[in-house]
């Protein structure tokens, strides 16, 4: 799974106030504000647009509005009052970055590198604008150009382990395991509780064969994220890669336990059990399997006569 770094800058884009009724218009936004805070974003908007009302150019209105209906999910609201706010303010690389953003997450990827790239160019020193652009052009399969913008972020900031990290998924997807894994372990140095980069550094592992030191990766993962459902897993398929099955069933049960309908998790443990000659179990899992829709091993266990109900 992909590393996902998102941030949601609630930075002040400069006051801009015209028209009658200016006192009135700031104490519905300080109140609007002052419910945001709280994280009750409905009512930060009903504020919000009765401060607009007043003062229909009022850029930080139109801005914290915008947030609000970002964190509500409403992304198309949000970017209309982001639009707005570019409109009356042109030159702030926050609400280029801000509009990118949710544009990203309402999956408009050229429009959102559309804006990050004008918030870069804005402000050059911009780290997480270079690290969203990078995740969408590594969305967009572009690995080259997602591992420039992570190179980018990184020299602006040394410690930036997020897009280390995201970086080294990008090595990882040109099958240059050997970076990737250099990434991944940079970036444990500088956070060695993510149990998302250990996870990754074992996939990397586990690409080129190195099946005993990605299970201690894995190990580690869930060690920091007890839940790591796909950690589960794909320690279970080294251990199936090793030959221990016993071991592979236990993991592929611990990553169904956290996921009822892991199709390729009941495909593998029915796998396992068949090399183990436990055919009921087998055939349990292949069915429940196909129930999801990965037919492949009932239908080789048929083939073979080896169902057993």
């Known amino acids: 799974k992909k590393m ?17 009724n200016l006192s009135d218009a700031e104490s519905y936004y300080e109140t609007g504000l002052t419910y945001q805070l709280k994280n009750e974003y409905a009512l930060a908007i009903k504020d919000y647009t009765k401060s607009i009302k007043l003062s229909p ?19 198309p609201s949000a970017i209309k009052d982001f639009s707005k706010v570019i409109a009356l303010n042109p030159n702030y690389d926050s609400v280029y970055y801000n509009r990118g953003l949710a544009y990203q997450l309402n999956n408009n990827y050229p429009s959102a590198i559309k804006d990050y790239t004008k918030a870069i160019e804005l402000n050059p020193n911009s780290t997480d604008a270079y690290n969203n652009r ?35 998924l990008s090595y990882h997807e040109l099958a240059d395991y050997a970076s ?103 055939t349990t899992d292949a069915k429940k399997a196909c129930s999801l829709g990965d037919c492949e091993l009932i239908g080789l266990l048929k083939q073979k006569g080896l169902t057993r109900e």
């Open 4 to 20: 996902k770094k998102i941030v949601l800058s609630l930075l002040v884009v400069g006051s801009a106030l015209f028209g009658d």
């Open 57 to 75: 150019n009022y850029v930080d209105a139109y801005f914290y509005r915008a947030s609000s209906y970002g964190q509500l999910e409403d992304f």
């Open 134 to 168: 990078g995740l969408l052009y590594h969305k967009l399969k572009d690995y080259s150009t997602a591992i420039k913008d992570y190179t980018k972020a990184i020299e602006l900031n040394s410690t930036y382990d997020i897009a280390m990290t995201n970086r080294g």
């Open 180 to 282: 990737a894994i250099k990434d991944y372990t940079e970036a444990m140095s500088i956070n060695p509780n993510s149990a998302q980069a250990y996870y990754d550094r074992g996939n990397s592992y586990m690409m080129k064969e190195d099946y005993s030191i990605a299970i201690k990766d894995y190990t580690k993962a869930i060690e920091l994220n007890p839940n790591y459902t796909d950690a589960y897993y794909n320690r279970g398929i080294s251990y199936s890669a090793l030959k221990d099955y016993t071991s592979a069933i236990i993991d592929y049960t611990k990553s169904i336990n956290l996921n009822q309908s892991y199709v390729d998790a009941y495909h593998n443990r029915g796998l396992a059990y068949a090399i183990q000659a436990d055919y009921i179990s087998a």
